[in-house]
Structures are given as C-alpha cells and as structure tokens.
C-alpha cells in the first residue's frame, strides 16, 4: 500500500521528489519499526499509541522536533489516503499530538552585504560567470525557491513582459516581475548561450548544455554568499529569505509578498514581519526619547 500511497502523491498531488523520497523513508523507517517491536507486518493496523511510540522513540534518539513532525506529517498524509481508499476506517493519526517546533527566525543577509556582492565581487565575463550573477540576481530579485530555478524553462522568462512565470509546490502557478536590471542580465546571458550554440528546454544549464542539479547551484550561492557575509547560512533559502525581509523593510505589503513567494497560506509568510519588527524595535528604542 506504501508503493501506492507514493504513486498517488507524485502523479495527483504532485509532491517533490524530495518530499516523495522523504515520506518513503520515513514510512518505511515505522514499518521496519511496527515489525520489530510489535511483530506487525503491515502498518494500515497501526494504533495511535504505536505511532505514539515511535515517536517518543524518537525523541530519545535525540531525533529534532521538526524531523518527528515531519515524519509525522508523512504517516498524517498516508493514513488519510488509506481512509479516501477505504483501507482503513480509523485513522490512528487524529489521536496523536506532534511536539511544539521552537520558533526559528528567517536567517537573511544584511543589505550591505548583498551591494557588496553584487557591487564588489568580480564576476567573469565568461559564460560561467555570467551565469552565476544571473542565478544569485534571480534569487534575491524573486525570491524563488532552489527547485523553481532549477526547472525554470527558456519559455517562462519573458524580456518583453518582463517577467518569469514559476510553477511552485503541487504545480501552482504564479507570474513574477522582474527588475530592469534583472532583465539586462537575462539578455546578456541569453546572447551568451546563443554565442555557444547553446539549447535546452531549460534556463538554467551547464557550459555543455546540460541540466543543472541543485547541489551545483547550491555551491555557487554558498561560493558567493561567503565572500561578503558572516552569516551561518549561505543557501540559496537564504537569498529567498533575504528578498521577502528586504522587501516589507521596503513597505511591501505582505499579501503582495505572499503571492510573490508561492505560499499557500499567509501564517508562512508572517514569519518575515518578525525581523521587520525587529528593526522597528532597535528603530523605536534608538529614536524615542523616552527610549
């Protein structure tokens, strides 16, 4: 039924690769878990309090929070498809609590350091260069995610309209602008792939024409991005979050942001509003007289 479950979320909800890899694992971490502690080989007569086992099993195992109620989230997602199957009739999941995720704060680099990156670092001209400002510029410019760049068509970045047209998580589409100097670079990049003879379906591709994969990506951020800052971080997440928080400092609207990001619900991009009022608070205390 796991083989099933996993065809079901990749062909008609469209999950991720990763997310569909992630939920395999995970399902098959609780079976391997229900065989060896309760000698139970299939997982759709699971009881609440065998899901509830596991997970303070691996709690224990010094497993994170956010990992158990990701993992959680798998068996969640699972046992409401074996209930619209008719597999099972209780569903175990309703009855388990997932532990509280400590609040974390958008990790994002200072706007100093990203007009150090893309005032003072030398680029080369070369096509790998030109590449590399472009792929940094489209994350800080629209705040797309590593999968959405990489799977970006030729097609969907649009000169005359000056836009890109993304497809996020479960294949949502959404249509982002992008700035003058956004669009100068695509052309600079474009006029550089059709020098070389380059094409791909894609936008994004290797000097050879091939596809890029999220690990070359992630290298060239994290390349880039230790060149100019301090932070802990340097992926291309960061430059996600670099852009919503540089943009509600800037008086974006954040049901604007919301759309500009992909995110389903507005509680996902309220997280930014707290490094907004941060700086509102250093802001207040420096001002106020009273401060």
Do not use: C
């Amino acid at each position: 039924m796991i083989e099933k479950f996993l065809g079901y979320i990749a062909n008609e909800k469209n999950f991720s690769k990763h997310t569909i890899t992630s939920y395999r694992n995970d399902l098959e971490q609780f079976a391997a878990y229900l065989k060896y502690i309760y000698e139970l080989d299939n997982p759709q007569e699971a009881s609440a309090s065998m899901v509830r086992s596991w997970m303070a099993g691996l709690m224990q195992e010094k497993v994170t929070a956010r990992s158990v109620v990701r993992k959680a989230s798998a068996l969640r997602t699972f046992y409401r498809f074996l209930i619209r199957e008719g597999a099972i009739t209780v569903n175990p999941m309703a009855r388990v609590n997932t532990p509280k995720i400590p609040s974390r704060l958008p990790v994002f680099v200072n706007k100093k350091d990203v007009e150090n990156l893309f005032h003072n670092i030398t680029f080369s001209d070369d096509y790998n260069g030109l590449r590399d400002r472009l792929i940094l510029e489209m994350f800080y410019g629209t705040g797309i995610r590593l999968s959405e760049l990489i799977t970006l068509k030729d097609g969907d970045v649009s000169v005359y309209n000056s836009t890109i047209k993304v497809f996020g998580k479960r294949s949502k589409e959404r249509i982002i602008p992008i700035t003058p100097m956004l669009k100068g670079y695509v052309e600079a990049f474009r006029a550089e792939k059709n020098k070389l003879g380059l094409k791909h379906e894609r936008f994004f591709i290797t000097e050879e024409g091939k596809e890029l994969y999220e690990k070359q990506v992630y290298l060239i951020v994290h390349k880039y991005l230790e060149m100019v800052t301090t932070v802990q971080k340097k992926s291309p997440h960061v430059l996600r979050h670099t852009f919503a928080t540089h943009i509600l400092d800037n008086g974006a609207d954040i049901n604007t942001v919301k759309e500009l990001l992909g995110h389903a619900n507005l509680s996902a991009t309220q997280v930014y509003t707290h490094n907004t009022l941060e700086k509102l608070k250093r802001v207040y205390k420096q001002s106020h007289p009273r401060g």
